[in-house]
């Protein structure tokens, strides 16, 4: 079980260089052991025995190039010479981290190390490769990226989705799967049936290497192999590094599901001692070079521990946690330059989009069947055309990666644009948007400069999967921004408004409104202030705050109603919602109604009524009341589907208020 080590015409200085990246992360977790059965660290997640892998990588690919690591990949980040203070300091939970101590270990990235971190779901960061290295096709830079992910992740769904996307768009990305046997407690046998893990290459048509992941040169050797071709000649390949976690999943679950032998076994291969034995036995390096190097190591680690540990715990700062929830941005609202010309609400998306795509060449548009179809609703017919291929990308059916993608496009200076083809599918992307986009801005300062528009709502027939409105899901995600216009002026305003601004949205777009509303729109480049509510209506006698379809049925109604003078409030953002409209109109009449398209229960009305309640109660004269659609899935049936919309019930609301 020893290792064999093949040298071939590298010389004594990368073997050397090799070798001190390899003891490294060996010591320092052999140190953090020590540290955590003192009890000054919280917990540990081993890589020790599978350092090679990360070892070979981190000098093989350039400093340049973006490496994805997991939670076994120490040597990534300390091969890519990052301060030990710092990094300790993470470890710690401490300010002075990578992520002011808002997130745990490696789940962090560092733009000026090239490196993006996990997050607690695995699978996710494949596709965010996915992205970097498009960025790098887009702009014809001869570069790879490589990302790991382990054996039990390429169980998860993100994995197929990764590594679909990057064969389809031939990407140059390095896939390195860390087979050590075990998913926690859980073995091979009962993760998978396949016998390696390049078998699958052939279902996607990429190529496969395998190597010993213990033999830190064979790693090493294969990857700048593959990097020299794949610069070159972009595409994916699936590196399988086979090798074996010699501790607990973390410390704390530790090994008693392992059968012992294994570990006898596998000790054998331990890849720091192997290989300090053959550069020993070469005379590359000599017992005092040995001695020299780890006391070298020995004393940056202390260093860093004197540095990190005595940092006192964060002071926690409401404003600094909130503000950071966001890329700093503040909107200059852009006037329009001419009343412009009547068009459809369609019209206005696909205006907007345009010039977008006009105004920042670092825009991306992505979606299923947005190229030559022009899409499900044919917003960006024509758009290839005059765009080409390469900014305007037909996607597979892979939310999920696309939306990943969208935000790995987003580390390398990037803007895009992802279309889901019905808002009802954006369930298969949700992982990447609450928990990527919107949160990694808070935890290491990366914006997620990503639209999604999401064609939305009922009303045209389509059943349960093609109708919902599920704007509350987002509204309910700091680090989102979300958006819902009801008319083309501000369809197209707040378009470019999304686009300009360097933070995530979600942009809902309501399909019945599409061909059936029309309105002045101005033709040039302009954008609508965010976060600012329109009176569509002024009125006395009450006030209606709702969006989208909402304002339509509002004033349907009220003109239905000429007894009533109705202020009729078009909140249009959503997150955030505009707190002085609704306390103006609020003192203005007494007496409010809060109404949307979305089920009534968990709806964005009970969080407006209930700031109402709180803040505005001493101007009420009435309850304050809310109407939205039913309870329940949204009905396939005509008849059904307008009995579960609220057009209705919000008649009778106006006139129960009206008359309380």
């Not at 309910?476 to 408004?497: E, R």
């Amino acid at each position: 079980m020893h290792l064999t080590f093949d040298r071939k015409n590298y010389s004594a200085d990368t073997l050397i260089h090799l070798y001190k990246n390899l003891v490294k992360p060996r010591m320092i977790e052999e140190k953090m052991l020590v540290l955590l059965r003192q009890g000054k660290i919280s917990k540990w997640f081993s890589g020790i025995g599978q350092e090679a892998i990360s070892v070979g990588a981190v000098c093989a690919m350039a400093a340049d190039e973006y490496i994805l690591p997991m939670h076994r990949n120490l040597g990534i980040f300390t091969g890519r010479g990052m301060d030990l203070g710092q990094l300790f300091a993470q470890f710690q939970g401490k300010k002075s981290g990578f992520t002011k101590g808002r997130d745990r270990s490696f789940h962090f990235g560092s733009n000026p190390h090239h490196i993006v971190g996990m997050i607690s779901h695995l699978g996710p960061q494949l596709a965010i490769a996915d992205g970097i290295a498009l960025a790098d096709v887009l702009q014809q830079h001869k570069k790879a990226t490589l990302v790991f992910t382990g054996d039990g992740a390429t169980s998860e769904g993100d994995f197929h989705e990764g590594v679909n996307v990057a064969a389809v768009w031939d990407l140059p990305v390095i896939f390195v799967v860390e087979n050590n046997g075990y998913g926690l407690s859980t073995p091979s046998s009962e993760q998978f049936r396949c016998k390696q893990f390049i078998d699958k290459c052939i279902g996607y048509g990429i190529e496969g290497v395998k190597v010993d992941g213990n033999n830190v040169l064979e790693v090493y050797d294969a990857i700048v192999r593959i990097l020299e071709d794949i610069r070159q000649n972009p595409r994916p390949i699936l590196l399988e590094a086979i090798t074996f976690r010699m501790r607990g999943h973390e410390e704390a679950s530790g090994t008693k599901y392992v059968p012992q032998e294994l570990f006898e076994e596998w000790g054998k291969k331990d890849p720091v001692n192997n290989y300090e034995q053959y550069l020993l036995s070469e005379g590359v390096l000599s017992n005092a070079d040995v001695e020299a190097i780890r006391a070298e190591i020995r004393e940056e680690i202390e260093r860093g521990i004197a540095v990190a540990f005595p940092e006192p715990d964060p002071v926690p700062n409401t404003a600094e946690e909130l503000a950071d929830m966001y890329a700093p941005y503040v909107q200059q609202v852009v006037a329009p330059d001419n009343a412009g010309s009547e068009k459809r609400f369609i019209d206005a998306v696909q205006d907007g989009l345009r010039q977008g795509m006009e105004r920042w060449d670092r825009l991306v548009l992505m979606g299923q069947d947005i190229a030559e179809y022009g899409g499900a609703f044919k917003v960006t017919e024509g758009f290839v055309g005059q765009y080409g291929r390469a900014r305007v990308r037909n996607t597979p059916l892979c939310e999920s990666a696309i939306v990943g993608t969208a935000l790995g496009l987003s580390i390398k200076g990037y803007k895009s644009m992802v279309e889901m083809q019905f808002a009802d599918f954006v369930t298969c992307g949700f992982n990447q948007i609450v928990n990527n986009l919107a949160k990694i801005h808070y935890r290491w300062g990366q914006n997620a400069d990503v639209v999604v528009r999401m064609p939305t709502g009922a009303g045209v027939a389509a059943g349960p999967f093609h109708s919902q409105s599920n704007e509350a899901w987002f509204t309910h995600t700091p680090g989102l921004k979300v958006v819902y216009p009801s008319n083309p002026y501000d369809a197209k305003g707040l378009l470019l408004a999304a686009l300009e601004d360097p933070n995530p949205y979600i942009y809902f777009e309501h399909k019945a409104m599409y061909r059936s509303i029309t309105g002045l729109v101005p033709d040039g480049f302009y954008t609508v202030e965010v976060g600012k509510a329109a009176t569509v209506q002024s009125g006395s006698d009450l006030s209606v705050i709702t969006y989208g379809m909402g304002v339509h049925w509002a004033l349907q109604i009220a003109k239905e109603m000429p007894d009533l003078s109705i202020e009729i409030i078009d909140l249009r953002t959503l997150l955030p919602w505009d707190k002085e409209a609704v306390a103006a109109t609020v003192k203005k009449t007494g007496k409010v109604l809060v109404c949307h398209e979305d089920c009534l229960t968990g709806g964005i009305g009970g969080e407006i009524a209930a700031w109402i309640a709180e803040h505005c109660f001493e101007f009420l004269d009435a309850p304050v009341m809310r109407e939205g659609s039913l309870d329940t899935a949204v009905p396939f049936s005509p008849t059904l589907e307008q009995n579960f919309l609220p057009k209705g019930r919000i008649r009778d609301k106006i006139k129960a208020l009206a008359a309380y």
